[in-house]
């Protein structure tokens, strides 16, 4: 099956052993770290939500969402990391055609469908979104994790 949304990985220093640790804290820990996972992907999602409004009217036709609302199985709704989607298979515009096949023509260009921009491998919208914020992604995601770790481990005050 041909691929129906976008997704990209964001390297964060120190974040194995980090995610080591945070899974020998109680649950209410990892808890508190899913909400400030969810918190970050909404605030990331918004920015692209924003970017693709700004590229134009197909851009902002596609679906972008976060957290809970993931329409892809293969990332978990409930996790530790951000989680930031676009795309899926919900018709729309006029010609009510599936959002990923608007998705990559708006992100990507295309040489031969008129209606998209020239092609620029490097994206348009999402991408330098997402690439433009990584640092304030890692930064805001670590911080959460340091403050759980702390709040959580043996020398915190809830233990």
């Known amino acids: 099956m041909a691929k129906q949304g976008l997704s990209v990985s964001i390297s964060v220093r120190g974040l194995y ?5 945070l899974a020998k804290l109680p649950d209410d820990a990892k808890g508190a770290l ?11 999602g918004k920015r692209i939500r924003v970017a693709a409004a700004s590229r134009g009217s197909q851009a902002g036709l596609i679906p ?4 809970a609302d993931v329409e892809d199985n293969s990332t978990s709704a ?3 990391l951000p989680v930031v989607w676009a795309g ?4 729309v515009g006029t010609r009510r055609k599936p959002a990923f ?12 469908l008129k209606q998209f921009p020239p092609r620029q491998p490097l994206g348009r919208w999402f991408f330098p979104t997402v690439q433009d914020a990584s640092g304030l992604i890692a930064d805001r995601w670590m911080a959460a994790a340091e403050d759980v770790i702390a709040k959580f481990s043996e020398g915190g005050d809830d233990v």
């Open 17 to 21: 052993p980090t995610l080591a640790a």
């Open 34 to 44: 899913k909400d400030a996972a969810y918190d970050l992907s909404v605030d990331i």
């Open 64 to 67: 972008i969402g976060w957290g």
């Open 78 to 80: 409930d996790s530790d």
């Open 101 to 112: 096949k608007l998705l990559f023509g708006s992100e990507f260009g295309a040489s031969y």
């Open 88 to 91: 899926g298979e919900a018709r």
